[in-house]
């Protein structure tokens, strides 16, 4: 696997076309409850398409569109964080992150103390996270993440080599 410098990353990512497909494998800290967890320090290795570079109100009228639905979807401004240009890159508080919009998930493990554990042993301390389906009106909510660059572990775009992020 090819290796890529986070500053070569981001000059890639600064310069690929809008609607760009990409795997990308994250290492996230799910941020689990606290109350009587007594897994501290879990981690979420997932392998995801996404597609980088894309426009959110055209994601969500597409959907709305595929659904039968008006697209006329205005999305509200950001809430954090200012997008660099026409980029998949946002910036907040010093730190960049690469936004993208999830395909599908084609593999997700918790790690502790570098061993996968099974989900189920923490899916009472993992947060139910509220779906923005009826907020974009559709049926099926379009997903988009922001990541910390740092917790990018590879990525391939459009089909070239796998490289892994240093």
């Given at each position: 696997m090819?290796?890529?410098s986070v500053n070569d990353l981001v000059n890639k990512l600064m310069t690929i076309e809008p609607?760009?497909?990409a795997?990308?494998?994250t290492l996230t800290d799910p941020k689990l409850k606290k109350t009587n967890n007594p897994y501290e320090g879990v981690l979420k290795e997932s392998v995801s398409q996404v597609t980088l570079n894309y426009r959110y109100s055209d994601e969500v009228n597409r959907q709305?569109?595929?659904e039968g639905a008006e697209f006329d979807f205005t999305p509200k401004p950001r809430k954090w964080g200012t997008r660099l240009?026409?980029?998949a890159l946002i910036t907040h508080n010093s730190q960049i992150y690469v936004s993208a919009c999830f395909r599908s998930v084609d593999s997700t493990k918790y790690l502790h103390e570098g061993n996968e554990i099974d989900?189920?042993?923490l899916e009472q301390w993992i947060p139910v996270r509220k779906s923005q389906a009826d907020k974009q009106g559709l049926?099926?909510?379009v997903i988009v993440r922001d990541f910390k660059l740092n917790s990018l572990v590879s990525i391939q775009i459009e089909g070239?080599?796998?490289m892994e992020v240093i």
């Open positions: 090819k290796q890529i609607n760009t497909e795997t990308i494998k709305r569109a595929r240009g026409e980029t989900k189920t042993l049926a099926t909510e070239e080599e796998e």
